[in-house]
Structure formats: structure tokens, C-alpha cells
């Protein structure tokens, strides 16, 4: 495993050699600035590709925050905002009163949601003995298998369930989270539990990221190799959460357009990116909730908004200033504008739906959004 250093060097060289000690005396490789040798590029540009190229990142804090780059952050300051949302981050803070920036700096690490070691440290000799302790404990924790992003992606894309969900006449936002690397999180006995179908039902209810409707009730049966929680009215599925052993998810939520005099519905912008954002906040404590130890590391997305009788995509803005406007251009191409859009690169760290969850809604919508206005036609 490749394990990036990420700290000032100007008076932490004790403390980066310790970090080294303990990375080489398990057996992984350290990729540390100090090694980089004379390169074609600037040292920034050298770090941050070295960065990209690890597995893991050590985040080193000190009191001092650092000179500030042509971005107005410091090196590694930059350093941790590129690896957040795409490496795990281990982060060590040394003891002592911080500069204000780095009080800043300090803080956004600290709301860093990925249940990974965090620790403050005295001495070198105390930060080789955390370094050491927290990578062997990811390394235990984390021997389920090797990562196959590819699967990870056919997977996110075979777990929805496209338009075989029944034709409707609304529009429902479809959206699978495949788990990596691939193994067993929910025994089958655990998958039967009434508690945590309990448990699942009381967050899709009452949860800060609540995905049921609370004036309809719930029920949950266990179908295969997957719990479902879903509410129903006239025998038709209105929302579902469905979790599989392998702690793969996959969320159905109606998107609830607006209407319009002549009788023509539309589907709102702000409507499905409340949704996403709801469904994507569910779902990290969904995985918190089956797999407190961190088994799975990395989510692959994929999300579809499927149904009939839609007339396009408009934000509320654009259907307040013109309501009985519209487009055929997609009628008989349903299929195509219910593909699936995933997200590039496709697999993510698992704590991205916590830390990232905002841009992942951004660019889930933006993708859906030209899916549909792509067909659209004016008339």
C-alpha cells in the first residue's frame, strides 16, 4: 500500500521520519516530497500527483499553517482538499495553540466523517506509535478483498431497476450505491432482523435525511438476498430503500413534479436535488448503521429518474414564468432519457456521501438535467 505523507516539512522533519519509520516497519511504501528527486514540474504539481498515485493519506497538522500558494491555501491544505472525497485520510494533530488559519484548517479536517483514526500527538516517538497503530487497524480493517471498480460500476447500474419498476404516471428518482470491495456485511439472519428494519424505517421517517412520506404507512419483507422498506398505496410502491448483504443499496422516491393548466406535469430541478441530497445523507447512515468498522471503502453511484407523463425538465424559476409551455420531444424516447448517469471518476470513498455530498448532488443533477433537456423541443 502506498501511504502519502501530507505535512509542512520545515519543522516537522522528526515527525515525517517517524511517520516514515512506521509506514516502512509494516511492510508499505511511503511516498513522502522529500523523495520526489529533481522532476520536469513544479513541486506542487509533483505532490499532488504523488498524492494521487497512494492509497492512503497521513495528515499531518502542526500549529503552523504554512506559506500560502497562488490558491491562497497552503500546501497542505491543498494536499487534503484534493485527497478528501477520493482517499482515506488519517489525521494526527500536534499538540499546542495553532495559528488562526490552521485553527481553520484544524476545524474543516475535523468534520471529516470517514470513522477513520484522528489523533493528537506531543512527540515524534508518540506519532510513530499512533501512525503505527492506526495502519494496522485500516489494514485489518480493510482485508475483505481486493477493490474491482469496474464491477462496482455494472453492479450500480444492474441494482436499478429501470422501467420493470411498473410504468407510472409520475416520475421516480432511482438511485444504487454499490459497495466495495465486494463481500459479505449482512448475514442472513442480520438481513431478517426486525430491528433493523425498524431501524431503517424510523431514519426514512423521522431522519435528518427523512426519504418517507410520514402521513403513509411503512411495512418491510425480505425478498432474496435484500431488505426492503417501502410505502404502498393501491398496491403501487410510492417510495423503497432496499439493502443487500453485500451492504449495496438502492433508493426508489417518487419526484413529485409541477403542474400546469392544460394539464401537462414537469419535473422541478430543486425537487430532485432535494431528493438526491436526501437520498444520498440516508444511505451513508445506512452503511454507518450495517457496517460501523468501515468494510466497505469505496461506493460506485448511478441514478435515473424513470416514469410517464412528464412534459421536460424545468427549475421552479422557468415553470413559474411559463407554466403551460412544454415539449414532445421526448415522448416514444422515454427509455433513452431514463438511462442511467453516473458520475466521473466513478467510484468515490465511502465517506464522500458524507464530506462530498453536496458536489455529488451538484453533478448527479447537472447529469440527469442533460439527459432530459437533451430531448427537449419547444412547441
Not at 84 to 109: M, N, Y
Not at 239 to 247: K, N, P
Request: include cysteine.
Amino acid at each position: 500500500m502506498k501511504v502519502f505523507i501530507s505535512s509542512l516539512i520545515t519543522g516537522l522533519e522528526a515527525e515525517r521520519a517517524a511517520v516514515k519509520q512506521a509506514v516502512e516497519l509494516l511492510r508499505h511504501e511511503a511516498v513522502m516530497a522529500e523523495n520526489f528527486g529533481s522532476q520536469a514540474k513544479s513541486p506542487q504539481i509533483a505532490c499532488l500527483t504523488g498524492l494521487r498515485q497512494a492509497d492512503l493519506v497521513v495528515l499531518i497538522l502542526d500549529t503552523r499553517y504554512g506559506a500560502k500558494q497562488g490558491s491562497g491555501l497552503s500546501a497542505t491544505h491543498e494536499e487534503y482538499r484534493e485527497a478528501r472525497g477520493r482517499k482515506p485520510i488519517l489525521t494526527f494533530i500536534k499538540q499546542g495553540e495553532a495559528e488562526p488559519d490552521q485553527v481553520a484548517l484544524i476545524s474543516e479536517a475535523g468534520s471529516w466523517e470517514s470513522g477513520l483514526f484522528r489523533e493528537s500527538f506531543s512527540s515524534p516517538e508518540q506519532l510513530r506509535d499512533l501512525v503505527t497503530r492506526a495502519l494496522h487497524e485500516y489494514t485489518l480493517s480493510h482485508a475483505t478483498g481486493p477493490l474491482d471498480p469496474n464491477a462496482m460500476a455494472r453492479r450500480a447500474q444492474e441494482l436499478l431497476p429501470g422501467s420493470e419498476h411498473g410504468r407510472q404516471s409520475g416520475v421516480a428518482l432511482q438511485l444504487s450505491i454499490a459497495a466495495g470491495p465486494e463481500t459479505t456485511i449482512l448475514r442472513p439472519a442480520e438481513l431478517e432482523s426486525a430491528a433493523l428494519a425498524e431501524a431503517m424505517q424510523e431514519r426514512a421517517l423521522f431522519g435528518s435525511a427523512a426519504v418517507f412520506d410520514r402521513r403513509i404507512g411503512t411495512d418491510s419483507r425480505v425478498q432474496s438476498t435484500a431488505l426492503s422498506i417501502y410505502q404502498q398505496r393501491s398496491h403501487e410502491s410510492l417510495a423503497e430503500v432496499r439493502v443487500w448483504g453485500t451492504g449495496d443499496i438502492r433508493l426508489i422516491l417518487p419526484a413529485r413534479g409541477e403542474g400546469s393548466s392544460s394539464g401537462f406535469s414537469f419535473v422541478i430541478e430543486e425537487e430532485v436535488a432535494s431528493k438526491l441530497a436526501n437520498a444520498i445523507g440516508y444511505a451513508a447512515w445506512l452503511l454507518g448503521h450495517i457496517d460501523p468498522t468501515d468494510r466497505i471503502t469505496h461506493v460506485t453511484l448511478a441514478a435515473a429518474l424513470v416514469g410517464e407523463g412528464a412534459m421536460g425538465w424545468r427549475t421552479r424559476d422557468e415553470h413559474a414564468a411559463s407554466p403551460n409551455s412544454g415539449s414532445f420531444g421526448a415522448f416514444g424516447r422515454e427509455r433513452e432519457r431514463e438511462a442511467p448517469v453516473m458520475l466521473s471518476p466513478q467510484h468515490r470513498v465511502r465517506a464522500a456521501l458524507s464530506m462530498d455530498a453536496v458536489r455529488i448532488v451538484e453533478d448527479l443533477v447537472v447529469l440527469l438535467r442533460r439527459r432530459w433537456k437533451d430531448m427537449d423541443r419547444g412547441w
